[in-house]
């Protein structure tokens, strides 16, 4: 049976379809393409289906991110720039989650694709940009069906590094996630950067990227990743890339961010798409 549409989510719909954009999407999942598309790192695992890895490129500047890689938990090719068709797109492989992913979420994951790799510091911190986005939002903010993203510096079992300005994961229940988006994604996030501190020039480290289904395995999440880089005397955490306030500090790491909240409650009944 299909889920219930709502009024609202048909209204954002036919804005995305007005939204230019030009993401364009190569579907791979050859650790060699999405290493170099990092700028150069070396990864060491690629775990998830082949569809749901890809390397992109942004000619117009949509969000304000730059070419990278993109993960998702349905098939990468359905997010190139372009209107906003469905507001339930959804590609289910069935497979498992991971634990890192559900711990964060609060729910069991599924089809989770995982991006692994090492790095060589070239400075005292690293950072990247990213914007976040999913096929349930608006409809499940605030249910279980969180999906989420991580980046778990130390890789599988290690520390994510990205929380919203609230100290929440990053999922379609936190702060920063708005619509239309300009793809086939019916919410995402602002453009937001994660810096990380504490490295020793010359020492290798490992990072994990991962994106999963939260509390079943339909309506598509998906993430894209540009501009790994290495800084110094930056101040560390998540924000959005124009603004920079400081959130309480979760571990050792220093959250930093701001942006909107208020993010609705829609109590519908969960509904798997026929």
Do not use: C
């Amino acid at each position: 049976m299909k889920r219930f549409l709502m009024l609202s989510a048909m209204a954002l719909a036919l804005t995305a379809a007005s939204e230019a954009g030009a993401i364009s999407i190569t579907q791979t999942n050859s650790a060699s393409v999405l290493g170099a598309a990092l700028g150069g790192v070396t990864v060491t695992a690629v775990s998830g289906d082949a569809n749901q890895f890809g390397t992109f490129t942004n000619s117009s500047g949509l969000w304000g991110i730059g070419n990278g890689v993109v993960l998702s938990t349905g098939d990468v090719n359905h997010y190139n720039d372009g209107p906003n068709t469905l507001v339930n797109n959804s590609t289910a492989y069935g497979t498992s989650g991971q634990a890192d992913l559900a711990s964060l979420a609060g729910n069991t994951t599924y089809d989770a694709a995982l991006l692994l790799f090492d790095f060589v510091a070239g400075d005292t911190q690293f950072s990247f940009d990213f914007v976040f986005g999913s096929e349930e939002y608006p409809e499940y903010v605030g249910s279980q069906f969180n999906d989420v993203f991580g980046a778990f510096f130390g890789g599988v079992g290690g520390t994510n590094v990205t929380y919203d300005q609230f100290v929440n994961p990053i999922t379609i229940n936190s702060a920063w996630m708005s619509s239309p988006t300009g793809t086939e994604l019916d919410g995402a996030t602002v453009l937001l950067s994660t810096v990380v501190g504490g490295l020793t020039v010359g020492n290798t480290y490992s990072l994990m990227f991962g994106i999963a289904d939260a509390g079943d395995a339909y309506w598509d999440s998906t993430v894209y990743i540009s501009n790994f880089r290495f800084t110094s005397g930056q101040d560390v955490g998540t924000n959005p890339t124009n603004q920079n306030n400081p959130v309480p500090e979760p571990s050792t790491i220093i959250l930093l961010g701001t942006g909107l909240a208020g993010l609705g409650y829609y109590a519908r009944k969960r509904q798997k798409k026929s």
